[in-house]
């Protein structure tokens, strides 16, 4: 606890995937929006090896991972919660839970196990379609293997999209139409991933909703409608402005809409989840199919959370405060 004995918040950005830059972008937005007048935010970013403070955008000091903690002007300062908003590997992927879990540090996001079952999205599709959850039908090649495009082309039709198994933001996303494409199609998303998944292509629209639980009672945010500009929803729509028109609340009939938020209550209670997570859908017809949750969901000033809080008459700074707040306590 630091002299003036408000928690010390560390938000933490950055990582060791493609969604670095990204990160970054959300854990300043974060760092924003936490309340000063309740607590101590610190920015830590991480790459590698690298933990380090952040003030003002200049590196202040090393942290000390033994009991995550940094000394500054001579005082230890140890970090009383950690506000996680790595996309990728080690913050979404429950290695990072893991190391807070040891140290006994109270964290923003799912746990263990729900952070890694999510982030692998061949375990999570499997785990879900076996509780009746819609979605496309996919098949998983590991690096290196053996990859017959015709075969592929013959079970799942054309066009199909081809995706890494771990990471999010849309890097290494092919959408393919013919076959000549597989091979080099899966070899782009090997560079992201040990594992690409090729899916079947469910021709619709782009829907997207997030879902928080505090004091016990989960709160659904209205749904985000999304109409990419390109072909499909790949990083260039998600972080170019302009480059994709996003619409909240989403212009869906009352029924869809509520089955939409109903959809993302029963995933976000199925896959255990904790903190603000977005899951995300493709709407076929009346149908909804599920694409992916995203258990720590891009947090720039552009990103959907931060829409979907604002339709909702409420503040990032509000619900930030929340969370900490009741982990804190627990």
């Not at 070899?187 to 829907?207: M, N, P, T």
């Not at 749904?223 to 072909?231: C, D, G, H």
């Not at 720590?296 to 829409?307: D, E, L, V």
Request: proline residues 4%; aromatic residues 10%; contains cysteine.
């Amino acid at each position: 606890m630091s002299k003036n004995n408000k928690p010390n918040i560390a938000v933490i950005a950055g990582g060791d995937s493609s969604e670095f830059v990204v990160s970054v972008k959300s854990g300043a937005n974060v760092l924003k929006a936490v309340d000063s007048e309740k607590f101590t935010p610190w920015l830590v970013q991480m790459q590698g090896q690298k933990w380090e403070v952040f003030q003002n955008e200049e590196k202040i000091a090393d942290v000390d991972k033994s009991d995550f903690s940094f000394t500054l002007d001579g005082e230890k300062i140890k970090f009383d919660f950690a506000y996680i908003s790595i996309h990728g590997t080690p913050g979404e992927d429950g290695i990072l839970q893991g190391y807070f879990e040891l140290l006994n540090i109270p964290y923003s996001t799912c746990n263990v196990h729900s952070s890694s079952l999510t982030f692998n999205k061949w375990f999570c599709n499997n785990y879900l379609r076996s509780n009746g959850i819609k979605m496309a039908v996919s098949r998983k090649f590991k690096r290196g293997e053996e990859i017959n495009p015709e075969a592929v082309v013959e079970e799942l039709g054309l066009p199909i999209f081809v995706k890494p198994n771990a990471g999010g933001s849309s890097f290494g996303i092919t959408k393919v139409k013919e076959t000549g494409q597989v091979k080099e199609a899966i070899e782009k998303a090997w560079k992201e991933s040990e594992e690409a998944l090729v899916e079947q292509f469910i021709d619709g629209h782009e829907f997207t909703c997030g879902a928080v639980r505090l004091n016990g009672e989960k709160v659904i945010f209205p749904i985000t409608e999304v109409i990419p500009n390109n072909e499909f929803f790949d990083f260039e729509a998600k972080y170019t402005p302009g480059a994709a028109q996003e619409i909240t609340p989403a212009r869906l009939p009352e029924n869809l809409f509520k089955e939409c938020q109903a959809l993302t209550s029963k995933i976000y209670d199925l896959c255990e989840c904790s903190g603000i997570v977005r899951i995300d859908f493709i709407l076929q017809g009346e149908e909804f199919y599920f694409l992916e949750v995203n258990t720590t969901p891009g947090m720039t000033a552009t990103s959907f959370i931060p829409q979907q809080i604002e339709a909702m008459g409420s503040t990032l700074k509000s619900i930030i405060s929340q969370i900490i707040e009741e982990k804190l306590a627990k």
